[in-house]
């Protein structure tokens, strides 16, 4: 900054800052930009980076690119019962690459689904939702949940048969809720049959309410994540643990990186192998077509068809009762085990619940696809 | 103990070798490690607090001889980072290295303000008062379109001599109109299933006695006879609202089938496998001389033991 005041005869300057380091600068002097930056990447990480922790990072990412590119199809998308079948099909049949971004947008919700899924499985191994991240835990939980209401009120909007029929079985099982059910079902349908009513409240749910309560909510999340410090590994010594310990920046973040590269090329990859194609528009007549949910909710959708579950009682049990009680297990977790224990090979309850729960998604998962064949 | 302070001088056993200029927090503990001392005139030395004896208000008293502590090797600025540039929260809740306290001065207008818990409270109120008148309308706004009339109108759908073949079900398509909302009135597709029913399959059907069908208030709307031999089903399944086909069972025989949680139902209607929790829905039937059909388009509940109208 002297070097106006300093004598003319200093030729020689040893260094003149270019316009981006003065740009910077700029910004800095006005903002706190390199503290800032320092803040966000020098987060110690207690026994170092892992491949195990990305799939936070890569969830942010997922949602990014399901904002853009849910933005851009809403240039032609139309969501009303008579134009949006039409709008969908203009999108992937008109406009150019339009079927790659709906594409992308469709495979990118299931693996929205398949992160936090696993992002769920690592901190409930890794036993992170204990005290102190019990608040953490629970915002995870509402973030889930946004996830899948993310899906359930995307899948109508196409407004084909798949979607209309899937909402409709989904809003039923709202329906079977006690006191609130009749409520909340017409509340959803807006109306007591499914129609433009219907597929206007997901749409504003879909593109404007989710959105919101989910950066609102990841925001919370990360912020409490930081407060209460990364878990880190479940096992280990403080002073094998202290040796370890480095930065979020660099080695996490290349790990993050990495991971969301290769999220993004299997979602492209989907995009290209198995691009959108819509059924027939929806109409309250299924004819051929066998109503089926979306294939991560495939296992539900599976399991309500057991014997088990048959009748008003057994219905209230596997649409209502059933999910509840999950819920309000996952959500009592941290506050019913006390146990400082992380170590999942030493929780033997955790460990079996979880593979427990593991296959019976899958093996209802392939049942339901074997079951396909039997109905045809 | 208390906690060294910048500034204090650091003593030695044999002398007094300089000051305390900076202190380095265990990141796992958040307690001060080491302090940073600045050697008269050579340089900075760091050391552990295990080498601390005693510390007083301007002073910090070492266990070692000044040799010792000069042996050390020079503190490494670039090994560390500052608490403003690392993100580990409350490092410095309670670390007092400062010098006393640092203020500043409230401003006046300030200092006249007694009732602090008043008017925060007061803040509250009114932004619970802006909102809560809000609450309702908001309800209202969204519930417009929930309940609906019934609606019970005779309605086309098409002639039984379709019907070729007695206790088999025959699927009707028809057109209802619907309006909804502020929306011109737009036609939809429905189905029913009709079956030209046999003298016993009425009988298992009726056990004798008429159906009525009533409005809420307990009026009757209509009456199937239990002679009139043809019955109606409402197309949609009353387990979770699916539709349902005709289909050939290997057991069963003919049957409705559904095929999203394969409830099965008989010609009668009622359930024969699966998780339905009651028969298919009947709907009031009309067939002219000529053998055209109409139907009063009902939907009930699906899930329900009981019916419950919904359309
Ligand atoms: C849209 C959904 C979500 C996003 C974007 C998200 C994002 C993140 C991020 C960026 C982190 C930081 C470190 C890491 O990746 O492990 C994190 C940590 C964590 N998340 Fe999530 N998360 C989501 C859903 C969930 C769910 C469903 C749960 C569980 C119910 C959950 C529970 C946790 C916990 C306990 C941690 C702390 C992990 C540790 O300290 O090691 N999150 N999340
Ligand atoms: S909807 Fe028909 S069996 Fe479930």
């Known amino acids: 900054m002297n070097i106006k005041q300093s004598a003319p005869t200093t030729v020689h300057n040893p260094h003149q800052p270019s316009a981006v380091e003065k740009l910077v600068a700029f910004l800095d002097e006005r903002m706190g930009l390199k503290e800032m930056q320092a803040k966000m990447l020098n987060e110690p990480l207690p026994g170092g980076s892992r491949w195990a922790y990305v799939f936070g990072s890569v969830l942010l990412f997922i949602f990014a690119m399901q904002a853009l590119t849910g933005m851009l199809l809403m240039f032609y998308y139309v969501p009303t019962a008579d134009h949006a079948y039409d709008s969908t099909q203009y999108i992937i049949h008109e406009v150019d690459y339009g079927w790659f971004l709906l594409s992308y947008h469709f495979w990118g919700s299931s693996a929205m689904v398949v992160c936090v899924f696993a992002h769920m499985s690592q901190v409930f191994l890794w036993g992170a939702y204990k005290k102190p991240r019990e608040l953490l835990w629970l915002v995870g939980l509402a973030l889930l949940g946004i996830v899948i209401t993310f899906g359930f009120t995307g899948y109508l909007l196409p407004w084909d048969q798949r979607a209309f029929w899937a909402t409709l079985v989904g809003v039923e099982i709202l329906d079977k809720a006690p006191l609130v059910g009749d409520f909340i079902a017409r509340f959803l349908k807006g109306g007591p049959t499914p129609g433009q009513m219907t597929l206007s409240r997901f749409f504003v749910l879909h593109v404007m309410i989710l959105p919101a309560a989910l950066m609102a909510l990841a925001g919370l999340h990360i912020f409490l994540f930081r407060v209460a410090a990364p878990a880190g590994p479940f096992k280990g010594t403080v002073e094998e643990i202290k040796a370890k310990t480095d930065y979020f920046f660099p080695r996490q973040i290349w790990k993050d990186i990495v991971g969301m590269a290769f999220v993004f090329v299997g979602i492209c990859a989907l995009a290209l192998w198995e691009p959108v194609v819509l059924l027939d528009k929806a109409t309250p007549d299924p004819g051929e077509y066998h109503p089926e949910p979306e294939w991560y909710f495939l296992f539900y959708f599976q399991l309500l068809r057991l014997k088990l579950f048959a009748g008003q009682l057994g219905q209230f049990i596997g649409a209502v009762a059933l999910p509840v009680v999950f819920m309000v297990l996952l959500v009592a977790l941290p506050f019913m085990d006390k146990d400082p224990e992380r170590n999942i090979f030493k929780r033997p309850i955790a460990l079996i619940s979880w593979i427990a729960i593991m296959v019976v998604i899958v093996l209802f998962t392939v049942a339901a696809v074997i079951n396909r064949e039997f109905l045809d | ?311």
């Open chain 2, 1 to 311: 103990m208390l906690q060294p302070k910048l500034k204090s001088k650091v003593q030695c056993t044999d002398l007094n070798i300089g000051e305390v200029t900076k202190v380095v927090l265990d990141p796992l503990s958040h307690e001060i490690s080491h302090i940073v001392v600045s050697v008269n005139g050579s340089g900075e030395r760091q050391v552990a607090m295990g080498h601390v004896q005693v510390v007083t208000d301007d002073l910090v008293q070492l266990r070692a001889p000044s040799t010792e502590i000069l042996a050390l090797p020079p503190f490494k600025r670039e090994d560390y980072v500052t608490t403003h540039e690392v993100e580990i929260s409350h490092l410095e809740d309670h670390i007092h290295v400062t010098p006393g306290e640092v203020l500043v001065p409230l401003p006046d207008l300030e200092k006249s303000v007694k009732r602090r818990t008043f008017f925060m409270n007061f803040t509250n109120v009114i932004g619970f008062l802006i909102g809560l008148p809000l609450a309702y309308p908001i309800l209202r706004f969204l519930m417009k379109p929930m309940y609906a009339e019934f609606d019970n109108q005779w309605l086309k759908v098409g002639n039984v001599n379709k019907i070729k073949q007695a206790d088999v079900g025959v699927q009707f398509k028809y057109k209802k109109k619907v309006k909804e909302v502020y929306m011109p009135e737009y036609e939809i597709e429905k189905n029913v299933w009709i079956l030209r029913a046999t003298p016993e399959l009425l009988d298992k059907v009726y056990n004798d006695k008429d159906a009525e069908f009533r409005d809420a208030k307990g009026k009757t709307i209509w009456t199937n006879k239990k002679d009139v031999p043809y019955v109606a089903f409402s197309g949609k399944c009353p387990h979770l609202g699916c539709g349902f086909k005709w289909r050939q069972h290997k057991t069963l025989g003919q049957v409705f089938l559904c095929p999203c949680h394969l409830s099965i139902y008989g010609a009668t209607g009622r359930v024969l496998d699966g998780p339905a929790p009651r028969g298919l829905d009947a709907l009031p039937l009309k067939v002219h001389a000529s053998g055209e059909v109409e139907v009063i388009d009902m939907e009930f509940k699906a899930g329900t033991k009981l019916q419950v109208r919904i359309v």
